[in-house]
């Protein structure tokens, strides 16, 4: 069963990982008092990641893996919801993990751990309830992507939740004033390589049932973040003027029922 009354605050670790926001406390706070959550991606990859995890049965989540944790903001935001559970935050990058470390003490995060190494290297195969990777796979390898280290440690009836980019994207300004981030696609998406359909058979081909499989991020959610991407040429006053616009439209977009096709898939999958 789904659990749809758990709070998830999505964001509040921003100021501890943010090193411009560190920079000035008391405006940092006034702002995001004003504006709330500043990262328009990071921002709309929350509202589809909660909406997901409310899918799942977390209440009865003992024990949760975060792959490819970045700066932990779910990890850290599940360990408020579900102070009685035990999350892990796995980051092979060293200055990352670093940050997690420093966010896990700031932030009084007890019952977070940290992990430095590859799942693969971790003990205690059939240990965990839940395993989620957000936007972590499109930069592995497909041959090389953690499906079989997901499953080993994963309890029977474990669930396991990918995002990742759709190999098919939408564009609507032209793709010329995005190069740079094209370039930088090019470079770290080496495994921006299934359509939903391509992501569910991966799954199937692992061992898992299918519990849930959808698309995010359309016309609209695109429109914010290329508004959003641009607005950061013009500055911080200008981004943050922009900031309200951006998350309109994707917050528009959210609302459109019925998607067919987007720039984001995400499947959830089960352990028999």
């Known amino acids: 069963m789904s659990d749809t009354t758990i709070k998830l605050d999505f964001g509040s670790s921003q100021m501890l990982t943010s090193e411009r926001m560190k920079k000035n406390p008391a405006l940092s706070k006034f702002l995001y008092s004003v504006f709330g959550y500043t990262n328009v991606g990071n921002w709309a990859r929350s509202l589809v990641v909660i909406k997901l995890f409310k899918k799942l049965p977390l209440k009865s989540f003992k024990k949760i893996l975060d792959v490819g944790a970045g700066l932990g903001e779910f990890s850290f935001m599940l360990s408020k919801a579900l102070p009685e559970a035990q999350i892990t935050s796995l980051e092979i990058w060293q200055e990352r993990a670093d ?138 006053a200008i981004q943050l003027l922009t900031l309200p616009l951006s998350k309109l439209f994707i917050r528009i977009d959210r609302l459109v029922a019925g998607k067919k096709t987007g720039n984001a898939i995400q499947v959830i999958g089960k352990k028999p």
Request: hydrophobic fraction near 35%.
């Open 99 to 236: 940050i997690l470390e420093k966010t896990k003490a700031q932030g009084n995060y007890n019952n977070v751990t940290i992990y430095r190494d590859k799942i693969e290297t971790m003990e205690g195969n059939g240990t965990y309830d839940f395993i989620f990777a957000i936007d972590v796979f499109e930069h592995i390898y497909e041959n090389e992507m953690p499906f079989k280290g997901c499953w080993d440690k994963l309890k029977p009836g474990g669930y396991l939740m990918v995002k990742i980019p759709n190999i098919k994207q939408l564009t609507i300004l032209p793709e010329k004033w995005f190069e740079e981030h094209q370039d930088w696609l090019h470079d770290e998406h080496v495994g921006q390589v299934y359509d939903l359909d391509g992501l569910v058979n991966r799954f199937k081909k692992e061992g898992f049932s299918i519990v849930h499989a959808s698309n995010s991020d359309g016309w609209f959610s695109r429109l914010g973040w290329e508004v959003g991407y641009l607005s950061r040429k013009g500055g911080s």
